[in-house]
Each structure stands twice: as C-alpha cells, then as structure tokens.
C-alpha cells in the first residue's frame, strides 16, 4: 500500500523557518515526481512545488518561489520543502502527493498524504 | 498561468439526482484535466484523470468530458457519499493549478 507521511509542521512567527518532510512508502520513489500542495483553512488547493525523480526538473508557485525549496532524498525515500521567510499568508495545510510519472506534465497526484498543519503568527 | 474558472462554487441536490460541474480552462491545456474528491478532514482523492478516464475503484457513476477549454464531471446518480467538495486540476503546464472547488451538499 502506497503511504505518504508528512511531518514538521507547527506554529512559527513571521519570518522564520520550518521544514516540511514527507516519509513515502509501498512503491518506488525514484520513480515518481513528487509535488507539495496546500490548503489554507477553509479554502481551496494550491500548488506549491514539484520535483522530478531525479531532481533535475523542480518547479514553484509564484507565492512562493524564492522563498522555498523542494528536494528529494532518493536513498531515504523522502521528500522535503524547506521554507523561508514565512508569513501568515503560507498558514496552510501542506500535502505532499505522489505523481503518476517520473516527470514532465499531463500528469495527475494519486495518493495525498494526510498533510501537516503549518501555522504563521506571532 | 493558465487560470481555471469551476462552477457552481456550492450546489444543492438530492440522493439520485444527476449532477454537472463545469472546470473553464483560460487556453487550451489539451486534455490535462484532472479532478479529485475532497471530504471534511480528508487528504484529495483521485476521481478522474485525464480529462475522462476513471481511477481504479471509483464507481461508474462518476464521468468526465470535455469540449474545447469546458471540462465536466458528472454524477449520474447521487449517493449520499459523493457529498463533498470537488476540485479540478490542470497539468498542462507549470505552475499546476485548481479549480476554486465545488461543495456539493445535501
């Protein structure tokens, strides 16, 4: 069975820094592109980043690009986002999801893990 | 970016009836749609991909079409735990985005 275990979230002031890990099992991980999505409270979803299974295609939403980094430890079958300079707007539950392919588009996210909650305030 | 107008944004209905929401893609991203199925307190889950094509186990009821930049999903059959929120999701290109989500509610 195919399990995504995100972990790392928590409560963090303004400008700080959190990193977001996802645990994956049941398949193989270098053989999927691997995604970050989030859901503020009571709202819809937002993309945030993709990783190729080798790393060498990533990709950011605007809201956050320059701020946070996706990576990916083959060996470890884990995925990462490291978040910088956070601010409210980023409160959000974040996904990590599992793509169909290795990389490239016309793709879809099947399964989602359960998400962690990363909260912004002071 | 390609920006992605679904409707309605809630809609009321009944066990058994039939059921449309429409995903307006801003051009043309091909057959990249996809839509996931989002109940309270639960992670998205895989309904359709590719414009038309149904997950393993998703029931029959449950189908996907497309004409030029209009993308649909319908339920033939409404049963009381299809009631949930629904979101499309383009892959045509990066950044990947969704749309604003449909709550289906009794």
């Known amino acids: 069975e195919v399990q995504l275990v995100e972990s790392g979230g928590g409560l963090v002031q303004p400008g700080r820094s959190l990193r977001l890990s996802c645990a994956a099992s049941?398949?193989?991980?270098?053989?999927?592109?691997m995604h970050w999505v989030r859901q503020a409270p009571g709202k819809g979803l937002e993309w945030v980043s993709g990783?190729?299974?080798?790393?060498?295609?990533?990709g950011y939403a605007d809201s956050v690009k320059g701020r946070f980094t996706i990576s990916r430890d083959n060996a470890k079958n884990s995925l990462y986002l490291q978040m910088n300079s956070l601010r409210p707007e980023d409160t959000a539950l974040y996904y990590c999801?599992?793509?169909?392919?290795?990389?490239?588009?016309?793709?879809?996210?099947?399964?989602w893990g359960q998400g962690t909650l990363v909260t912004v305030s002071s | 970016d390609v920006q992605m107008t679904q409707s309605p944004s809630s809609l009321s209905a009944s066990v058994g009836d039939r059921v449309t929401i429409v995903c307006r893609a801003s051009?043309?991203?091909?057959?990249?749609l996809n839509w996931y199925q989002q109940k309270p307190g639960k992670a998205p889950k895989l309904l359709i991909y590719?414009?038309?094509n149904l997950q393993s186990g998703v029931p029959s009821r449950f189908s996907g079409s497309r004409s030029g930049t209009d993308f649909t999903l319908t339920i033939s059959s409404l049963q009381p735990e299809d009631f949930a929120t629904y979101y499309c999701?383009?892959?045509?290109?990066?950044?990947?985005?969704f749309g604003q989500g449909t709550k289906l509610e009794i």
């Open positions: 049941g398949f193989t991980f270098n053989d999927s592109a």
């Open positions: 590719a414009t038309s």
């Open positions: 990783i190729s299974w080798n790393s060498g295609t990533i």
């Open positions: 999701h383009q892959s045509y290109s990066t950044p990947y985005t």
């Open positions: 051009r043309s991203i091909s057959w990249y």
């Open positions: 999801a599992k793509d169909v392919y290795a990389s490239g588009s016309g793709n879809w996210f099947d399964p």
